[in-house]
T-cell receptor
Framework: GAVVSQHPSRVICKSGTSVKIECRSL??????MFWYRQFPKQSLMLMAT?????????EQGVEKDKFLINHASLTLSTLTVTSAHPEDSSFYIC????????????????FGSGTRLTVV | KQEVTQIPAALSVPEGENLVLNCSFT??????LQWFRQDPGKGLTSLLL?????REQTSGRLNASLDKSSGRSTLYIAASQPGDSATYLC????????????FGKGTHLIIQP
């Protein structure tokens, strides 16, 4: 089945530094990937939709200059948290639709294993 | 704006019991609904995917139903085992061009040995 690999699984960084998280589709091409954030005891919230070869689409309230998304190839999307602050500490997780074509609506989503970011 | 609610928020039952987890959504114009399992500090494992035209899906001891018109889905777990302990998430993919998923907060399930 479809596999999405996400790295790193855990990162601790100092306040003010930047952190890059990678999301790769291992056995399929993903023209679209999604980035979510999950705070403790809260649901996953969609942050942005990453489109290969074009700009990401951000959800309302998500700062695009703070959360930089690059989807350089059909198998790789990266999320960079710039000038991280303690309030950015969260669980970040990516996903991709495990199918392509005009029947995209029929496919489910495969998720990476997530990245626990702690900003100190 | 789509909202997804899961009831109960937490559930603890003895091993062997059959149980039902509930999910409701406010906008019935959906493409599909997906149930996931999340273990502590881990990513999501897809359990079942139900298309908007379907009524139910089954996989092993799991059965998910969908009543799109009333905005409800249930996940039925038969003969529960301690290994089923996890948080179960319900997510919908809405229509109207939205591509991402809207998640509920999940049901935290504990199966007592």
């Amino acid at each position: 089945g479809a596999v999405v690999s996400q790295h790193p699984s855990r990162v601790i960084c100092k306040s003010g530094t930047s952190v890059k998280i990678e999301c790769r589709s291992l056995d399929f091409q993903a023209t679209t990937m999604f980035w979510y954030r999950q705070f403790p005891k809260q649901s996953l919230m969609l942050m942005a939709t990453s489109n290969e070869g074009s700009k990401a689409t951000y959800e309302q309230g998500v700062e695009k200059d703070k959360f930089l998304i690059n989807h350089a190839s059909l198998t790789l999307s990266t999320l960079t948290v710039t000038s991280a602050h303690p309030e950015d500490s969260s669980f970040y997780i990516c996903s991709a639709r495990d199918g392509v074509g005009t029947s995209g609506a029929l496919y489910g989503y495969t998720f990476g294993s997530g990245t626990r970011l702690t900003v100190v | 704006k789509q909202e997804v609610t899961q009831i109960p928020a937490a559930l603890s039952v003895p091993e062997g019991e059959n149980l039902v987890l509930n999910c409701s959504f406010t906008d019935s114009a959906i493409y599909n609904l997906q149930w996931f399992r999340q273990d502590p500090g881990k990513g999501l494992t897809s359990l079942l995917l139900i298309q908007s035209s379907q009524r139910e899906q089954t996989s092993g001891r799991l059965n998910a139903s969908l009543d799109k018109s009333s905005g409800r889905s249930t996940l039925y777990i038969a003969a529960s085992q301690p290994g089923d302990s996890a948080t179960y998430l319900c997510a919908v993919r809405s229509g109207g061009g939205a591509d991402g998923l809207t998640f509920g907060k999940g049901t935290h399930l504990i199966i007592q040995p």
